[in-house]
């Protein structure tokens, strides 16, 4: 997957209104909370086949952190 | 530990909610429209229902059995035990399955037990009614009543319990019946380690009430609650049904050599519909499988297999290979694979 798409496809499914990038703090959006960190994790499962734990997801500052959580070997 | 039982089955299952609809606008102080609407989302919750100051658990236990002993041809005085399984009992002591062994008219020479459970009660009390009743001559039964009121225990402020619990009861008779062609199977698993991922803190007699216990602690998140107030680790005990469930359905095919093919019904407790979808895609079960209703009820602890149950009868009437999974506070979770092809299913009950 495309990195842009990626994070495109991430503002839409945890309905960020602000425009996100690579090193937008995710744990400072207004739309952090519980909620949107399932809406992640099942955005990352459906699209990688990755499951983030409630470590990895204490663990994620960035965009970018992100990212390299799920590995960017699956990134183009 | 792992158990098959033949010879037992469950004749019957009736089941209660109380009346009172609490839609989610009801959480319009603690949350906005939108987190309203990922709520929704994401856990899946619509509405649940919640008693009424004066109606406990007890009351609507003994409605649905009430429900399951006027609807089901039975003589009284072959219930040998009554099994009242809840966090929400009537009193510390005594017993609430006494209270209601009066209430229900049953005969004297009766086994009575209280059991303290959470969302795991259905399954641990189906396995602790089995093992009864196979212990019976033929015909014996047990009445297994499982109510909770968790309404009763939770902050009004406190975004991580309040919308997440409903209320509710079932009555579920287990029967020693050699003639039966039922087999069951039940698997459980325990960690003590987490035991305060979701707990009551004061008010036992490790930490006794005090004036102390009803102070109002404000955490990082602005939720407010008490020491008395359920209080529960969200992610920790997230991050533990994602991990545990999946793995130890499976085993539970594998120990008791059932095809997964083979059950038509997967029935989890109902918790949160994204953990739900989430344990389905791991066991690779499609969706039409999974049966749901926490939209309706929300998280009512142990009762939700059961209201899961009655609200599926005319589904479960001709496929009724199931596979039920119970997971919560203790920790504790387990599993169980019943047929319930001989089950009279009662439609679920208003009080």
């Avoid at chain 2, 120990?255 to 083979?262: E, F, L, V």
Wanted: hydrophobic share 40%.
């Amino acid at each position: 997957m495309k990195k842009d798409d990626f994070i495109s496809g991430l503002q839409e499914e945890l309905e960020i209104e602000t425009t996100l990038e690579t090193t937008t703090n995710l744990k400072d959006l207004e739309e952090w909370d519980s909620m949107a960190a399932m809406l992640l994790i099942g955005y990352v499962s459906n699209e990688f086949a990755v499951t983030l734990n409630a470590d990895s997801i204490k663990n994620i500052t960035t965009v970018e952190s992100l990212i390299e959580m799920i590995g960017l070997d699956k990134f183009n | 530990m792992y158990q098959k039982f033949s010879g037992v089955k469950i004749s019957a299952i009736a089941s209660c909610v109380p009346k009172n609809v609490i839609e989610n606008d009801f959480f319009g102080e603690i949350l906005s429209g939108k987190e309203l609407r990922l709520f929704e989302k994401t856990v899946g919750i619509k509405e649940r229902r919640w008693v009424s100051k004066d109606v406990t658990a007890s009351d609507l236990g003994y409605k649905a059995a009430v429900d399951l002993l006027e609807n089901y041809d039975l003589d009284k005085s072959e219930i040998r035990c009554l099994i009242f399984l809840s966090q929400t009992p009537d009193y510390k002591i005594p017993f609430t399955s006494n209270i209601l062994q009066d209430r229900l008219k049953l005969n004297k020479e009766i086994l009575c037990l209280d059991i303290n459970a959470g969302c795991a009660g259905f399954i641990q009390g189906l396995s602790t009614s089995f093992a009864l009743a196979k212990s019976l001559k033929k015909g014996g039964k047990v009445l297994f009543i499982i109510a909770e009121t968790l309404s009763k225990i939770l902050s009004k402020k406190d975004r991580s319990t309040t919308m997440l619990f409903g209320d509710g009861a079932a009555a579920v008779l287990i029967e020693n019946n050699e003639d039966s062609k039922v087999e069951s199977f039940f698997n459980f698993f325990s960690d003590g380690q987490n035991a305060d991922a979701i707990e009551i803190p004061d008010g036992g007699y490790r930490n006794i009430l005090t004036q102390n216990s009803f102070e109002v602690t404000v955490d990082d998140k602005g939720n407010e609650k008490n020491k008395l107030n359920l209080k529960m680790d969200g992610p920790r005990v997230f991050d533990f049904t994602l991990r545990e469930i999946a793995p130890s359905i499976e085993l539970l095919l594998e120990q008791s050599r059932i095809k997964k093919s083979d059950i038509d019904f997967f029935l989890l407790h109902q918790s949160n519909r994204f953990i739900i979808r989430q344990i389905a895609n791991k066991l690779e079960v499609g969706s039409e499988k999974m049966l749901i209703n926490i939209n309706e009820f929300g998280n009512t602890s142990g009762v939700s297999i059961p209201l899961l149950i009655t609200s599926n009868s005319d589904k479960l009437k001709d496929h009724s290979n199931v596979l039920m999974s119970g997971y919560g506070s203790g920790l504790n979770w387990g599993n169980c694979v019943l047929n319930l092809s001989e089950t009279k299913i009662f439609s679920l009950k208003i009080y």
